[in-house]
């Protein structure tokens, strides 16, 4: 299911990465991937989302994959824990996901953010959302807060409406922000404080922030005592010349570079080409590669195993056209075995190190490139993250360790949803 621009965006995107993965995976069996798309208009009432997902797990489908934003959804975690259907998100909605049937293959950019405000010293910061994401980190900082988990920091939260009308808004934020000590690297060692306002930025759409960096840059909020934080993986498309000559400081997170071999360098060319180089088109990358590497290992499994897990049967993978509108509840009987499958899946992707939680499916054990503007200089990597919580900084290494406590925060809002159900067809077993 896709809507507005993220249903162009992945249709675009996804035959590329499916005929990217196919080519870069060796397959000892033969089978197809059906998908099954639709397209939906949410500004409709008579859109009933239920009974379009009821229409297609009928057809017997292995996975459901998409991009949920829309609180109109929350039961659909529910519903893939129910029918033992597993659901591989592209986004980081994981308040949502709080059933074991749900994994994520967007890393978790909060703790990143956590280890900064740590490294820094960070006592007052401003955070600025637009979406029920950004408010729902917000959330789990002041959660930290008031348990001392953050000490001593003063959170100024403000909800953006509309990035076009935004000046007023900026206005308030210089008003009510005092100069409070920002530490930077030149000051660490030496144990002197200059003044400074850190801002959150922490937005759905990308084009937000460009209207957002934009508007900063014409009220003239780019001296040296601002120190925006960017909460986009993307933030190394943003136009950063301006911001180095009035002495801002810039911080951002990006994904490492993955383009190590000649099929990688292949499927980054195609996206250069169409201009589709995004975190989303390597995610969609890495979704289909978890995929098919998991249908990979479970055909090769022992012919004991597999009759003992009852997962094939006369060369066909068991794949349950279920009922939704039954009375009685008809669950996939190897749905577990299956999820278990993708938990264990572990490879190398275009976004990094591609592996997943057994209790929480949220991705684990990736790592970010630290980057900065300042002054005079333009994006530089500073430095890289690990999760859970390690910060290191070059030339001043610091490690950070620390127990993150999360609460949820709801904010129900219609946005966009573009959803992917896959169906997988044995052909032949061996080739």
Not at 18 to 43: A, M, S, V
Not at 62 to 85: A, E, Q, V
Not at 215 to 221: E, N, S
Not at 301 to 307: A, N, P, V
Request: charged content about 20%.
């Amino acid at each position: 299911m896709f809507y507005g621009f993220d249903r162009q965006l992945y249709t675009r995107i996804n035959p590329l990465a499916r005929e990217y993965i196919f080519n870069k995976l060796e397959q000892r069996f033969q089978y197809n991937i059906t998908e099954f798309l639709d397209t939906l208009d949410f500004d409709n009432s008579d859109i009933d989302t239920w009974s379009i997902l009821c229409n297609q797990v009928s057809n017997g489908i292995i996975s459901i994959i998409g991009h949920i934003n829309s609180g109109d959804l929350n039961w659909l975690p529910d519903f893939c824990s129910t029918y033992k259907i597993p659901f591989l998100g592209l986004n980081d909605n994981y308040y949502y996901f709080k059933t074991n049937f749900s994994l994520s293959l967007m890393p978790d950019i909060l703790p990143a953010l956590i280890t900064i405000i740590r490294r820094y010293q960070i006592t007052q910061l401003v955070y600025i959302y637009d979406d029920i994401n950004g408010a729902h980190r917000c959330n789990q900082l002041m959660k930290m807060q008031t348990l001392y988990t953050i000490q001593d920091l003063n959170i100024i939260s403000r909800y953006l409406d509309n990035p076009d009308d935004s000046y007023d808004l900026l206005n308030i934020i210089e008003l009510m922000t005092t100069n409070t000590p920002i530490r930077t690297l030149s000051t660490i060692n030496s144990n002197q404080t200059s003044q400074g306002r850190y801002i959150v930025l922490d937005f759905y759409s990308f084009d937000t922030y460009r209207i957002i960096m934009d508007k900063i840059k014409h009220r003239g909020m780019t001296t040296s005592n601002y120190h925006y934080i960017l909460l986009t993986l993307n933030a190394k498309q943003l136009d950063m010349t301006y911001f180095r000559y009035g002495g801002v400081n810039v911080t951002f997170f990006v994904l490492p570079e993955y383009s190590d071999n000649q099929i990688n360098k292949n499927y980054i060319n195609l996206l250069k080409k169409d201009n589709l180089v995004s975190v989303e088109s390597l995610l969609i990358a890495d979704v289909w590669e978890t995929l098919l590497r998991t249908i990979n290992r479970m055909l090769n499994l022992s012919d004991d195993l597999k009759e003992k897990l009852k997962i094939f049967r006369q060369g066909k993978f068991l794949i349950p056209k279920i009922d939704c509108r039954k009375k009685f509840i008809q669950a996939w009987s190897t749905g577990k075995i299956y999820l278990e499958s993708l938990i264990n899946t572990k490879f190398q992707g275009l976004t990094g190190n591609i592996q997943f939680s057994n209790i929480t499916g949220q991705r684990i054990n990736y790592t970010f490139d630290v980057y900065r503007v300042t002054r005079n200089d333009m994006p530089k990597r500073i430095g890289f993250f690990r999760a859970p919580n390690i910060l290191e900084v070059f030339n001043n290494y610091l490690s950070i360790k620390s127990n993150v406590c999360f609460s949820f925060f709801f904010i129900f809002r219609f946005l966009m949803i573009p959803l992917i159900v896959f169906k997988c067809h044995l052909i032949i077993e061996h080739v």
